[in-house]
């Protein structure tokens, strides 16, 4: 009995050191969730309940700017339904088109090095270098691409200029910067183990069935990373879409010029371009803020889906 008395206050301190060493190794991690996510986050609910002006103090006025965005907001809806048009089908596209790009790579006897760098190039592009080397590509008048496509005989479409073009633009843009899936996909069908493609062949298997039983598998929990990743992404969609609006809209950008995002007929607006329209044009801070809260949201509910097992794309024993 006394040996237990006596061990117990060693024992405590021991749990201590091991839980202030534990907190030690933690607080970088906890400083910058902190500082980045933890505060702004707050902050953004604060001022969602403000009017606030960036100028003046902040003043309480209860629910009307969440009111204002939901009930009386003109252009809440487009940009919303433009932001998770551009989630489903880019996200998909992406994916679709990263994991097939992998496995023609993984599968090509010679020349690897060469289709790898070329599929990867252009993902190092600066966002706004490459979205203006593209919109003039695409220029309806003068881009390269339709003129192309007239010499075929193909009625080239008006790409940014159109509303019914400008998303399927995006997309392609997108498309083109399609390296770090590439990448990431290349590794993970490299890491699928042979003896199971050898065991399969054995069987009998064809390419589809050796995809399906043995490749999938395997890289379902990176095709689940993609997509998450992607969602998150693309709920913050702002550069490409605004570069290219103005650029295709031919209005000329110097000092001072406010233009209002979402060129042609608000087809490119997103969430984030109208979170940046409010808050730092119109200095409706408040408004900003209840965009960004609802657009954080969604990305957590539809990131949540993904993530169940049985919404997701993990199977039960991943």
């Known amino acids: 009995m006394a040996t237990m008395t006596t061990d117990a206050p060693a024992l405590r301190r021991k749990h201590l050191r091991r839980r202030l060493s534990t907190l030690g190794f933690l607080s970088p991690w906890l400083v910058g969730f902190t500082v980045f996510f933890g505060y702004p986050l707050i902050a953004t609910v604060y001022f969602s309940f403000m009017h606030y002006n960036q100028i003046k103090a902040p003043t309480f006025v209860g629910l009307r700017n969440w009111r204002y965005v939901l009930e009386q907001m003109p252009l809440f809806g487009p940009a919303l339904w433009n932001t998770l048009w551009l989630v489903v089908v880019m996200v998909a596209l992406r994916v679709v088109f990263g994991l097939g790009i992998g496995l023609l790579i993984t599968k090509i006897k010679s020349g690897v090095g060469f289709f790898r760098t070329a599929f990867y190039l252009p993902y190092l592009a600066p966002p706004v270098a490459a979205t203006v080397a593209f919109v003039f590509l695409l220029n ?129 607006l997103t969430v984030p371009q109208l979170v940046y329209s409010l808050g730092f044009q119109n200095f409706n801070t408040g408004a900003a803020c209840v965009l960004s809260l609802v657009l954080f949201a969604i990305a957590m509910a539809v990131t949540t889906l993904l993530m169940r097992r049985r919404a997701g794309l993990l199977s039960a024993d991943d």
Do not use: C
């Not at 010499?151 to 019914?164: S, T, Y």
């Not at 290349?186 to 069987?203: F, G």
């Open 140 to 268: 309806p008048a003068s881009g390269p691409v339709n003129g192309i496509l007239g010499k075929v005989g193909i009625d080239a479409p008006n790409w940014f200029n159109d509303p019914a073009w400008a998303k399927p633009s995006l997309v392609l843009l997108s498309l083109w910067g399609i390296g770090d899936l590439m990448v990431i996909f290349m590794a993970a069908l490299l890491d699928v183990p042979k003896e199971q493609y050898e065991a399969a062949e054995l069987d009998g298997a064809g390419a589809f069935t050796k995809f399906r039983y043995v490749t999938w598998p395997s890289i379902t929990p990176i095709v689940m990373f993609a997509v998450v990743t992607g969602v998150v992404q693309t709920m913050q969609h702002y550069t490409q879409a605004l570069v290219a609006g103005k650029l295709a809209s031919g209005v000329s950008i110097g000092p001072g010029t406010v233009i209002q995002p979402g060129y042609p007929d608000h087809s490119t």
